[in-house]
């Protein structure tokens, strides 16, 4: 499968402060890539998306960067809260409409 | 609408005893996957249906899947060993994933002793 990984596996911030999460990917042809949040006992959820054409996609309190150059990508979570400890999963889909997951990050969030 | 339901949310089978996972959708979805994830390891694709009344992949050794219908998209383990021990993630999409990505049901988690 794909090499998708992650560069830390735990992240703490204090609650109010801004989260980035990284996730290279090695698949220079993937061009299709989004971000998942788990929560204890629940499946991934679904945050945010981004093409190979984009560089940067905002949605409400996170953004997602794309660096096509050196095959990275992160997710910015603005003024966390204690409600976004989760485990983040980056995921990239390249040919065959496959999508190849992180092995995610744990972000806690110190109130 | 409750998206995708797995069913059961945890289970212990004995090694070599078989069992199946459900798997339902109410979201009119084409595509339906299976995932296992493992600690360390991320989600791994077991296998995928692109449409009901399709198999898309061979099936990996272990496994049986049938996707009689759109909705429902069941997983058995055919004889259980420790090594298929781990949460099982059935996700399904409208056009693989391609816009808003999968919705995940909650898991099972199986143990097999």
């Known amino acids: 499968g794909e090499n998708v990984g992650l560069h830390l596996p735990t992240l703490s911030v204090q609650e109010g402060d801004n989260s980035i999460i990284n996730c290279a990917y090695s698949?220079?042809?993937?061009?299709?890539f989004i971000w998942y949040k788990q929560e204890s006992g629940k499946g991934p959820q679904f945050i945010i998306d981004?093409?190979?054409?984009?560089d940067k996609r905002q949605g409400q309190r996170v953004t997602v960067l794309l660096n096509k150059t050196v095959k990275h990508l992160s997710l910015q979570i603005a003024a966390t809260q204690p409600g976004d400890s989760a485990v983040y999963f980056c995921?990239?889909?390249?040919?065959?409409?496959?999508?190849?997951f992180g092995t995610g990050t744990s972000l806690t969030v110190i109130p | 609408n409750a998206g995708v339901t797995q069913t059961p949310k945890f289970h212990i089978l004995k090694t070599g005893q078989s069992m199946t996972l459900q798997c339902a959708q109410d979201?009119?979805?084409?595509?339906m996957s299976w995932y296992r994830q493992d600690p360390g390891m991320g989600l791994r694709l077991i296998y995928y249906?692109?449409?009901?009344?399709?198999t898309d992949k061979e099936v990996p050794n272990g496994y049986n899947v049938s996707r009689l219908n759109t909705e429902d998209f069941p997983l058995r383990l055919v004889s259980a060993a420790p090594s298929q021990t781990s949460v099982y993630l059935c996700?399904?999409?409208?056009?693989?994933?391609?816009?808003?990505?999968?919705?995940f049901g909650s898991g099972t988690r199986l143990t097999v002793v």
């Open positions: 996700a399904s999409s409208y056009r693989g994933g391609v816009d808003y990505g999968y919705t």
């Open positions: 698949n220079s042809a993937s061009d299709y």
């Open positions: 981004i093409r190979s054409n984009m």
């Open positions: 995921a990239e889909m390249s040919t065959g409409n496959q999508f190849y």
């Open positions: 979201m009119n979805h084409g595509y």
């Open positions: 249906s692109a449409a009901a009344g399709t």
